[in-house]
C-alpha cells in the first residue's frame, strides 16, 4: 500500500466547439507529440463526416458509439501459487471509457482510408451501427471473460 497522498485527478475543460468533456478527452487522446489543433482538426472533421452520412447530430453518434464500444469485464492476469490466471473483473467507468478511446483510435489508425479523418469517422460509423472491429475486439474480451468465469473467485 502506497503512503504517498492520492493523486488528484486534472480538471479537463470542454472543447470550444460542442462543449463536452467527454469529446475533449477523446481530442487528447487523438494527440500525438503535443499538437493539439492537429487532432481537433481530425476529430471535428470526423464529426462533420458523421454529419453528413447520417443526418443526425454527431455529437449524439460519437457518445452513442462510445456507449457501444465500452467493455463491461476485462481479462487481468493474477500469479497464484505458481499459476497465471486469466481472471474476469468488471471494469470502472473510467477505465472503461480509456479503454474505449484506446481501441477506436489504434483501430482507425489501421483502417484503409486516406486520412485520418476519414479513418475515424468510418470507425465511430461502424461503432454506432454496433459492427467493425472495435466491436469485435470488445465482444473477444467478453467472450475470454466468460471462458475464464470459473477463476472469478480470485478476484480481490
Not at 17 to 38: C, D, R, T
Not at 121 to 144: I, P, V
Request: aromatic share 8%; charged share 30%; net charge positive.
Amino acid at each position: 500500500m502506497s503512503r504517498r497522498r492520492k493523486q488528484m485527478e486534472r480538471v479537463i475543460l470542454p472543447d470550444p466547439k460542442y462543449k463536452n468533456v467527454v469529446l475533449s478527452k477523446f481530442i487528447n487522446s487523438v494527440m500525438l507529440e503535443g499538437k493539439k489543433s492537429l487532432s481537433e482538426k481530425i476529430v471535428y472533421g470526423a464529426l462533420d463526416i458523421i454529419a453528413e452520412k447520417t443526418d443526425k447530430d454527431p455529437l449524439d453518434v460519437f457518445l452513442e458509439a462510445l456507449i457501444n464500444a465500452r467493455p463491461l469485464i476485462k481479462i487481468v492476469s493474477r500469479r497464484i501459487g505458481g499459476a497465471n490466471y486469466q481472471v474476469p473483473t468488471e471494469v470502472t467507468p473510467k477505465n472503461a471509457q480509456a479503454m474505449t478511446f484506446r481501441w477506436i483510435i489504434s483501430i482507425a489508425r489501421k483502417r484503409s482510408e486516406k486520412t485520418m479523418t476519414e479513418r475515424l469517422a468510418a470507425e465511430l460509423l461502424a461503432c454506432f451501427k454496433k459492427e467493425g472491429s472495435t466491436m469485435k475486439k470488445r465482444e473477444e474480451t467478453h467472450k475470454m471473460a466468460e471462458a475464464n468465469k470459473a477463476f472469478a473467485h480470485f478476484r480481490f
